[in-house]
Each structure stands twice: as structure tokens, then as C-alpha cells.
């Protein structure tokens, strides 16, 4: 009986010491639950606790609730919270590197979009840890299309339109075109394009569908611009507390989170488009006009990012070209 009982304390013991040490986190998340970034969050979260035995739990926090989205990567990097996911190309007054994959006509499709990434990402890494953040995962939205509330055949038609920016890549294109940017986070979209703070943007179909933009915009252009990439980060001394076991497994589940969050959006893509034609949205590809114009301020676009990347951007862009 007594060693029954010295059995069970030591038990009863390694169980508390177990919970005492498991750690709980909160994610913080810019778009809403139902977007497929959210979603995809969602599962890794789960995948993590469920491999961790409950070691590690992950609780998301979507739409904005926990830090906006403008307010994410900072309270990652000062440890406010252990793990969020962020636009990339929003931290472009960061560092250039971050801006990479919103160079306009670079990489307009997903194989090339994923060259891009595997070319960015030593540099990415990088220039994260420099901000005491790790790297876990990344993913691309859809390509770039162009909302409008006005047809836009050439580009004297969008001109003083208000334009939705979401980087400086986007600020400098409606500068480029005569329109007025104003930086709007994606849960603030409806009720801007609603009281006519925003009256055009490029963005991705997924965002326009998640804040039902045919109820504010009646064109939307499929220019495939670019493919933006949101990545999901953790605090470097949040990442350090974990045993080795414990990161093994959020490293695996990261990676799985990955590959089906690129071929979700992939998925995804031609879907929106079919949706914006069955909500009564005029879908087009954009006028030669407005292609060319699209293109030219992508060259200057990319030229001016060289020349503030410098070597290290020379260097990401030298090796894409050649894989």
C-alpha cells in the first residue's frame, strides 16, 4: 500500500509539474475568423496543442481584437504578445527587404510568387531576428486586383479617387495614377468604402469578399499585380522559454500550416472572382491602357526599391532570377 501510494504522489506530482509548465499563448490576428489566413491559424493552433499534449496552447484573436493590425508586429517584437501575423509589405518603412513581394509584376503567379519567397527568405530571417522576432510561417494572398467605384478604361478615369493603401508600395501606385491614398487596415474597409473614405484600392479578392466590397464597388479588375504575403511570427525570447521537444513540433506544424495555406489561396483565387460576378460586380481584366500604366509604375516602383535595398536586395533579386 505504501508504495502504491508513493507511486501516486509521484504521478499526482509529475502531472502538476507538467501543467505548471505548459505555456499558453495568444496570437493576435488582423482579419476576420472566416478568412482563410484566420482559418489556416486556427488549425496550426490546434495542431500544436493536440502534438504538445497541451504543452503549448495557442488561443487566436481575429479581426483585430487583441492589437490592430497596424499594431501587431510591435507587440510581437516588445513581447506583448507571444505570436501574431502580419502583412509583410506593411513594415516596408522598416526595412526594404520586408517590401519585396509588393514590387508590382515581379512575381504575378504562384510558382513565381514561391520562388520569390524561398529567394527573400535567408534575407527575411535576417533581418527578423535583427527585431528579435523568429520567422514560423508564410503565406500569399491572391493576386492584386483593382476595386473601383468608377469604370477605369484609362487612367484619367481614377484620377482623385480616394485610394485605400495598405503599404507604401500601394500609396506610391495611386500617387502614380492621381489618386488620393489614405491608409485604411483591412477591418476598417467596409465602413470606409461605406461613407466614401475609400472609393478604390488593390487588394485581393479574398478581401474584398470578407468585407463584401459589391455593396460599395461595382468594378473590380484583375490585374494581378503581385501576391502579397502575410507571415506568422513569435517573440524570439517567448520562442527561447520552449524546450527543444515542444519547437520541434510548432516547427512541423508551421511548415504544414504553410503548404496548406499556399494551395488554399491558389484555390481560392478564381472562386472570388465568380463570386464578385454573382454578386453583380462588372469583372474585367484591366484595359492595355491601364495595364501599361500599372506596369510603368511598377518599373519605377522596383527601381526605387534597389536603390534603398541596396546590396541585399540586389542579392534577393539576383537569385530569384536565377532559380
Not at 161 to 169: P, S
Amino acid at each position: 500500500m505504501k508504495i502504491k501510494f508513493l507511486l501516486a504522489t509521484v504521478a499526482s506530482l509529475a502531472v502538476m509539474t507538467s501543467v505548471s509548465h505548459a505555456e499558453k499563448w495568444d496570437m493576435a490576428l488582423a482579419y476576420s475568423a472566416t478568412n482563410f489566413h484566420s482559418e489556416m491559424a486556427a488549425e496550426f493552433a490546434k495542431e500544436v496543442a493536440e502534438k504538445t499534449g497541451g504543452a503549448l496552447e495557442i488561443t487566436t484573436h481575429p479581426s483585430g481584437s487583441l492589437f490592430g493590425g497596424a499594431e501587431i508586429f510591435g507587440a510581437v517584437r516588445k513581447g506583448l504578445v507571444p505570436m501574431g501575423e502580419r502583412l509583410i509589405s506593411a513594415l516596408g518603412n522598416e526595412d526594404p527587404i520586408y517590401e519585396i513581394d509588393a514590387i508590382p509584376f515581379l512575381a504575378t503567379s504562384y510558382a513565381d510568387a514561391k520562388k520569390l519567397y524561398e529567394a527573400s527568405k535567408p534575407a527575411l530571417k535576417e533581418t527578423l531576428a535583427g527585431a528579435r522576432v523568429e520567422l514560423l510561417y508564410s503565406c500569399p494572398w491572391p493576386p492584386q486586383g483593382f476595386y473601383s467605384s468608377k469604370e477605369a478604361k484609362v487612367p484619367a478615369d481614377v484620377k482623385g479617387l480616394k485610394f485605400r493603401a495598405y503599404n507604401a508600395t500601394t500609396s506610391k501606385i495611386a500617387e502614380a495614377f492621381g489618386m488620393v491614398p489614405t491608409k485604411i487596415e483591412a477591418a476598417e474597409l467596409s465602413q470606409a468604402f461605406a461613407t466614401g473614405v475609400a472609393e478604390s484600392m488593390i487588394s485581393s479578392g479574398a478581401t474584398g469578399y470578407d468585407r463584401k466590397l459589391w455593396e460599395h464597388v461595382k468594378y473590380y479588375y484583375d490585374v494581378k499585380a503581385w501576391l502579397p504575403r502575410n507571415m506568422v511570427i513569435v517573440n524570439a525570447k517567448a520562442w527561447s522559454r520552449l524546450d527543444d521537444k515542444v519547437k520541434a513540433v510548432v516547427t512541423e506544424a508551421a511548415a504544414n500550416a504553410e503548404a496548406k495555406c499556399w494551395a488554399k489561396s491558389e484555390e481560392l483565387d478564381t472562386w472570388y472572382v465568380e463570386q464578385f460576378k454573382e454578386k453583380g460586380m462588372s469583372v474585367a481584366p484591366a484595359s492595355p491602357e491601364m495595364k501599361k500604366a500599372f506596369e510603368e509604375a511598377g518599373e519605377a516602383l522596383k527601381a526605387e526599391w534597389l536603390e534603398r535595398a541596396g546590396e541585399k536586395g540586389a542579392a534577393v533579386l539576383k537569385a530569384y532570377s536565377e532559380m
